[in-house]
């Protein structure tokens, strides 16, 4: 919790600033807990911001989660707080999910809002759908996101239209939770990345949760937006640790997050491709890269990203979806319709192979980005 007394200091020596919970804000600011309300944040550079972050850490206790256990964690604080919260979904009870986010869950709650069903995606999805109509708030489970094409119907043609052709009368606040990416050796059907077949579907937020702290955050934002939200989560970091705060916070759904601050390119990426492990070298190479997670995939933070752009004048972008029509093409097409007259050299696209996922690792790692890759991409895009 917030200790007292608060934390009154100078930064870079010209600002000073008290921090007590009058000027706290629950919406997170990069990778720590607490962060100051808009009217303050806007006052301060970029710096500035990340030194009064440190501080708040310093005055916030935390716990050390798995990112599969924060989005329990933040799964639970929901139906604590609103008995209408329900999840359904392949073996999401007894069993506690194929990935353990729902594991402890059946017991505490019983079998009607913590619901296993068949093998049946479309019916299910139709139920979750039905059960918003009239009031639930129903968290979907479909084991992989690949199966949620049998269920595309039910997501396109009811969940994300049945507030518009009812003219208003029904909200449909379903999170479906995507569980996708390459999986390592597990072949084509097991490494879908369908994120983009989502993306086309008008009335759907998408967001993509890629640490700890975001996954709880995002988690509780999407339980309680009234709009039908899918919450990409790649299976890959589901194991990923991380410090995060004990009080309660919720974060936009509609924000990127700049990873790293950087003058020379601008590099936009999500999910797993934020893990390549590529500033380093290309630091030691004499390149200052500001790394971008874009986080909402629909739709895209423009402020964000423009503002690095208008900086930068150079643009990565590093995806592991499909190249024709993937994520990456519909960031692209937005970020020239707003800021061509900002750009020094054309835009940069790294995605996918547009062929099904490999079963061989050797093959497998042919098809998706590769470090390297990067790195050749940012020295072509600094040169030009």
């Keep these: ?15 000073q600033i008290a921090l007590n919970t009058n000027n706290l804000s629950l919406i997170g600011f990069g990778r720590l807990g607490l962060t100051l309300r808009p009217q303050v944040r806007s006052q301060l550079t970029y710096l500035e911001k990340k030194e009064v972050a440190a501080r708040i850490a310093q005055i916030t206790t935390r716990h050390e989660l798995l990112r599969f256990e924060a989005l329990r964690e933040g799964l639970e604080e929901e139906m604590d707080r ?22 402890g869950l ?4 019983g079998d009607l809002r913590v619901l296993d069903t068949p093998i049946a995606e479309n019916s299910f999805t139709g139920m979750a759908i039905g059960s918003a109509m009239i009031g639930l708030r129903t968290i979907i489970e479909g084991m992989n996101m690949g199966f949620l094409l049998l269920a595309f119907n039910q997501i396109s043609n009811n969940c994300c239209m049945l507030h518009y052709t009812s003219s208003g009368q029904f909200t449909i606040p379903v999170v ?12 084509a059907k097991h490494s879908q990345r369908l994120e983009s077949y989502f993306q086309s579907v008008p ?14 955050g995002l988690m509780k934002a999407a339980i309680r937006s009234e709009n039908p939200v899918i919450l990409y989560e790649h299976v890959l970091l589901y194991n990923l640790k991380e410090r995060i705060p004990d009080e309660e916070y919720v974060l936009s759904l509609e924000e990127a997050e ?12 999500y999910s797993w491709m934020r893990y390549m492990q590529v500033a380093k070298t290309l630091v030691n190479k004499g390149y200052d890269p500001e790394i971008i997670d874009i986080r909402s995939l629909k739709p895209f933070d423009l402020y964000t990203i423009g503002n690095s752009v208008k900086k930068t004048h150079r643009v990565l972008i590093v995806e592991e979806c499909m190249r024709t029509g993937g994520i990456g093409a519909s960031l692209r097409a937005a970020i020239i319709e707003n800021f061509w007259d900002y750009l020094d050299a054309p835009i940069m696209c790294l995605s996918s192979q547009d062929v099904p996922t490999p079963y061989a690792g050797t093959l497998e790692e042919w098809t998706v980005v590769q470090p390297a890759q990067i790195v050749t991409a940012v020295e072509q895009l600094c040169s030009s």
Excluded: F
Excluded at 106 to 109: I, V
Excluded at 204 to 216: G, I, N
Excluded at 258 to 269: A, C, W
């Design 1 to 15: 919790m917030i200790r007292q007394p608060s934390w009154v200091g100078t930064l870079s020596g010209t600002k």
């Design 82 to 103: 609103d008995p209408r919260v329900c999840v359904m979904g392949e073996d999401v009870g007894r069993y506690g999910g194929s990935y353990k986010v729902t594991k």
């Design 106 to 109: 059946a017991p505490k709650y």
């Design 176 to 187: 479906i939770r995507g569980l996708g990416g390459v999986e390592r050796q597990l072949g």
């Design 203 to 216: 009335g759907l937020q998408m967001v993509a949760c890629s640490t700890p702290y975001k996954a709880k």
């Design 258 to 269: 700049v990873v790293r601050p950087g003058e020379h390119v601008t590099i936009l990426t």
